[in-house]
């Protein structure tokens, strides 16, 4: 009999969750246009957008409204497995394409800010966990407290106003003025800071935390008594283990980067995916939404398979236990 | 689970439970009894886009509408969209943690599949887009983000659940004949109550942040003032252009105190130190 390794049993156990979450979330979306009070075709292509009869006719028939509803569901599973998201008629294309070309933009500023506020976190949080009776450890954590109980906008609400209204210092909106490089950064300079600082102060907290955690553990301890120099300690032996929790976080933050940037988009006018989502609420432009929800909704299993992934590679526990 | 520390000079500087109910008990008497603080009625429009004076201590809104007025009528909106989300989140939560903790086999692992794939659906898009359908009352916002926020509470409760079913008490109560039901009310419940407190504290505070940056996005009840609707308010009607702090601060500040005090009367029986989760 051949024996499967138990990680790999623990792995598809979550690739079997994981594919389900995706089908309930392909229900959802298939349901709700279908299921809400109003015109199926309407809430299907959006609100406020004149079609003629004949259009509708014919657009009742490309959905198959007609036939029965679990024909239709394979009928739109198999459109999106040929990436066919729909057609928005507010944009005047294909979803997938309007997609693809707003969601560049947002990668280029979200991905370095997760990966500076994870490092600040990681870094900032580990210290300030480690020597928790100093008074920078403290006002470290108060302004994580802080600003992790802020709603994400309002922070960027706050940074529009202080530093471009109030100060100057940075343009209104827009990704550049003239397509060069210096202005592309001249303009993501704070949206990118704000970012940062959220994901940091996250961070910072859940690191501080894990790390006030194990050092009063034995191994900690047993290590200075062996006169290892306390550095070491924190960074050889501690940081290992409090960092097992952030590792997952990062990783859904990938998951979450699109929907993470939304409010930011809005907030500095970046036209992005966010803000493209943020136009099709406002529209009520459904094809936009569904399409950037599956989107997402397929970035956040990806980022949740890397995590168990991850978590199998850096914590031999797990992988024994499993 | 993630564990965050409180810093300890914020413990010295008056962060301690006692001092966060109080913050509490003002915003509740607040959201019961607006007529009694507010200095106007909340109908009564003034000259619009006005500054702080005698008359006005913040200030008034595009509309002309007293802002001191509306923070305070707003404050029961946000109130009760964060305690009923809570509720819901909580009962779902509690029935399901407790249902498969107690029970296992079969009914433990089809609750807690169902509660991991409900985790792994990302809530804010969903949300997004099934109230850009509603066009929602707030009964409706409390509906879902009640629905899409039950599956730690859930995780916590069946593992406490868990821990306990098999010890000498419950045990007892099952030699004596007591059914699963009135195990579960009389010993399960007072048992797992510690447990309970943090996590409806802070599904309360998630669902009050969900529902400003709901109504940031003009998904929230048009007719309903929120703090997070006042905000969004200052933001489309130039209020943040124009500076007018008197304006937007207010809010956000109402907005963070109360989520601070939220969680940490969640945490205050933690013996040592508290839990909190941000996402």
């Known amino acids: 009999m051949v024996k499967i390794h138990p990680a790999g049993i623990f792995l598809s156990q979550k690739l079997l969750r994981y594919l389900l979450s995706f089908f309930c979330i392909l229900l959802i979306v ?41 024909e239709q569901f394979i009928r739109y599973c198999l459109q999106i497995m040929h990436g066919d998201l729909g057609y928005s008629y507010h944009m005047h294309g294909p979803v997938f394409e309007i997609l693809i070309s707003r969601a560049w933009w947002t990668l280029v500023y979200t ?24 008074w920078w450890s403290d006002v470290i954590a108060s302004i994580a407290l802080v600003i992790s109980s802020t709603p994400p906008y309002l922070l960027s609400l706050l940074a529009l106003v202080l530093f471009v209204y109030h100060l100057g210092l940075f343009p209104f909106k827009g990704f550049y003025d003239t397509y060069n490089l210096q202005s592309i950064l001249y303009h993501l300079t704070l949206p990118t800071l704000v970012l940062i600082s959220f994901y940091a102060s996250r961070n910072i907290l859940i690191m501080r935390g894990a790390v006030l955690t194990e050092k009063e ?36 933050d990938f998951g979450f980067l699109f929907s993470g940037a939304l409010f930011i988009e809005i907030v500095f006018s ?36 890397t995590a168990d992934i991850m978590s199998l590679i850096i914590d031999p526990r797990i992988r024994r236990s499993s | ?44 429009r003034f000259s619009p886009y006005g500054e702080p004076d005698e008359n006005h ?74 109230a850009a359908y509603l066009h929602p009352s707030i009964w409706i916002l409390i509906i879902v983000l009640g629905l899409f926020s039950w599956e730690t509470t859930a995780r916590v409760v069946r593992a406490k659940t868990m821990q306990i079913r098999n010890s000498g008490f419950v045990l007892s109560s099952r030699c004596l004949g007591f059914s699963s039901f009135s195990i579960i009310i009389h010993d399960i419940i007072p048992v797992i109550y510690p447990v309970l407190l943090p996590k409806f504290m802070l599904t309360i505070a998630g669902a009050m942040i969900s529902e400003a940056s709901l109504s940031f996005l003009g998904l929230s009840d048009p007719m309903m003032e929120s703090w997070g609707k006042m905000i969004a308010d200052a933001f489309s009607h130039g209020g943040f252009i124009r500076e007018m702090w008197w304006w937007f601060l207010p809010p956000a500040i109402c907005i963070c105190v109360t989520v601070l005090a939220i969680t940490r009367i969640g945490m205050m029986y933690e013996s040592n130190e508290p839990e909190m989760a941000f996402k």
Not at chain 1, 31 to 56: A, C, F, K
Not at chain 1, 285 to 297: E, N
Not at chain 2, 70 to 80: C, K, P, V
């Open chain 2, 57 to 130: 201590m913040l200030g008034t809104d595009d509309m002309g509408y007293d802002i001191l007025t509306l923070l305070i009528y707003a404050t029961r909106i946000s109130l009760i969209i964060g305690v009923f989300a809570g509720i819901l989140s909580l009962c779902i939560g509690t029935s399901i943690g407790i249902a498969s903790g107690f029970h296992q086999g079969w009914i433990d692992d089809l609750m807690m599949g169902v509660t991991d794939i409900t985790l792994i659906i990302p809530k804010i898009p969903v949300i997004i887009l099934i």
């Open chain 1, 217 to 252: 553990l034995l191994y900690p301890q047993f290590a200075r008594s062996l006169g290892i120099p306390e550095r070491e300690i924190l960074f050889h032996h501690i940081r290992k283990n409090a960092i097992i929790p952030l590792i997952a976080l990062i990783a859904l």
């Open chain 1, 270 to 305: 970046l036209s992005g995916m966010g803000s493209l989502m943020y136009d099709a609420i406002l529209a009520r432009d459904y094809p936009i939404l569904t399409g950037s929800l599956l989107i997402i909704a397929i970035f956040v299993i990806i980022a949740n398979i």
């Open chain 1, 30 to 70: 298939f349901l709700l246009p279908r299921m809400m009070p109003g015109d199926p075709v309407s809430n299907l292509v959006g609100e406020d957008i004149y079609l003629s009869q004949s259009t509708i006719d014919s657009l009742r028939a490309a959905f198959g409204l007609d036939t029965p509803l679990h």
């Open chain 1, 111 to 134: 991905i370095p800010s997760i990966i500076i506020g994870a490092w600040i976190g990681i870094s900032l949080g580990a210290r300030a966990g480690f020597q928790s009776g100093k």
């Open chain 2, 1 to 44: 689970m993630t564990v965050v520390y409180v810093p300890s000079w914020l413990k010295k500087m008056g962060y301690t439970p006692t001092f966060c109910i109080i913050i509490l008990g003002i915003f509740v008497y607040a959201a019961i009894f607006p007529k009694t603080i507010s200095p106007y009625s909340p109908e009564i």
